[in-house]
């Protein structure tokens, strides 16, 4: 390097230390220097901590794609969540999906209710043969109809799903 070259060097190193933010920046840095030196003590303390480190430094560009990422989302869900006609479409959305299950489930629900009710006040005791009299009742028999239906699509899913 020629000294013409190291001379030039020099002033612009000094102009840079005669700025007073350079200089505020340097008082920073000068007075933080112990808190600097347990960190950099704390993260070479041992080579596990140390290779840790170098695994974050090494991953920080796809750590930094994966926060933007976060961020995107998070801004999208919160302007959905502050926009008034977004969450009452999302609401009206959810009550067409949910309305056809509610009726009936609460039929059901009121059904097992009341069945239950009855049976706990009925004393009456089930032989073989009273068994094979209610079999005969329309209404048992529609509800075994389904049962049945229900097993055997349900064993056409498990007979496809173990081919």
Do not use: C, W
């Amino acid at each position: 390097m020629s000294e013409t070259q190291q001379m030039q060097e020099t002033l612009d190193v000094s102009d840079i230390l005669l700025d007073p933010s350079v200089q505020r920046s340097l008082n920073n840095v000068l007075e933080r220097l112990p808190q600097i030196a347990k960190l950099v003590e704390a993260l070479t303390a041992d080579e596990r901590t140390l290779e840790s480190l170098a695994a974050i430094v090494e991953h920080l560009p796809q750590l930094a794609k994966l926060v933007y990422l976060v961020s995107r989302v998070s801004q999208a869900v919160e302007d959905v969540i502050t926009d008034g006609d977004s969450l009452e479409g999302f609401g009206k959305l959810a009550k067409q999906m949910v309305e056809p299950a509610v009726g009936p489930a609460k039929k059901l629900l009121d059904a097992y209710k009341v069945a239950k009710e009855r049976a706990e006040h009925d004393t009456t005791t089930y032989s073989v043969f009273s068994l094979l009299k209610l079999l005969k009742e329309p209404v048992v028999q529609k509800n075994l109809r389904i049962v049945s239906a229900m097993l055997e699509e349900l064993g056409k899913d498990e007979s496809h799903g173990h081919h």
